[in-house]
């Protein structure tokens, strides 16, 4: 079965220390990897995908198949960082699994 | 831009009322979307549609029905709202398949006294 897992309901960071949200998951082939992020009084949006290969806003994530993991990583959190991070998962034919979300809280 | 608008910020219902949360998207998007966003809980797809009149079931699609008359419009129909209900309801778009970058809405939170 699908299933993407985010071990940490809350992450606290101090301002400028590295942040790595992390997420796993389960599926047999090759999935597709995607971080959303949900900001305060902000709507659910997209922040990067692993096909992408790109770093936004700092971010990055890199697809590790050996231990299925596509942990979010940024060297320095800033304080407008702080929003509720969804790692999701899709199978490319079917819909997207979202996991249980990290709320990110960076402390000044 | 794509903009997906969903038809009210919040609702009040009582139970047993029938309730319609309604979707709209602008940029011609095939498929769409409800969840229902609850803390600890993250997103439950409640129901898509990948086509006009099409629609299939999500993970919880209990207590729920969805409507797709129009390619714009999706709508998610609560034919007899419990209290258990009360969340906050999420429309998403995407281009084609599933994979490809949803577009959210910006929720409506309902409460079901």
């Known amino acids: 079965a699908q299933r993407v897992t985010q071990p940490e309901k809350l992450l606290s960071v101090f301002k400028g220390a590295p942040v790595e949200l992390k997420c796993n998951y389960s599926?047999?082939?090759?999935?597709?990897l995607f971080w959303y992020v949900q900001y305060s009084r902000q709507r659910l949006q997209l922040l990067l995908r692993?096909?992408s290969r790109e770093s936004i806003k700092g971010f990055t994530a890199d697809l590790n198949k050996g231990e299925t993991s596509f942990h979010l990583k940024k060297p320095f959190a800033q304080e407008e960082d702080s929003a509720m991070y969804y790692c999701?998962?899709?199978?490319?034919?079917?819909?997207?699994?979202f996991g249980k979300g990290t709320r990110l809280h960076i402390l000044p | 831009d794509v903009k997906v608008t969903q038809s009210s910020r919040y609702l009040v219902k009582r139970t047993g009322e029938k309730v319609f949360l309604e979707c709209v998207q602008d940029?011609?998007?095939?498929?769409m979307f409800w969840y229902r966003q609850d803390p600890g809980l993250g997103l439950r797809l409640i129901y898509f549609?990948?086509?006009?009149?099409?629609?299939e079931k999500g993970d919880i699609p209990e207590g729920y029905s969805v409507s797709r008359e129009k390619k714009e419009r999706f709508s998610l129909i609560l034919e007899s709202a419990s209290t258990n209900q009360t969340s906050m309801y999420l429309c998403?778009?995407?281009?084609?398949?599933?994979?490809?970058?949803?577009?959210f809405g910006p929720g409506t939170r309902l409460l079901v006294l």
């Open positions: 692993h096909i």
């Open positions: 998403a778009s995407s281009l084609s398949l599933a994979w490809e970058t949803q577009y």
């Open positions: 599926y047999s082939g090759s999935p597709e």
């Open positions: 940029m011609d998007h095939e498929n």
């Open positions: 999701a998962l899709s199978n490319r034919d079917d819909k997207i699994i």
């Open positions: 549609s990948y086509d006009v009149k099409m629609k």
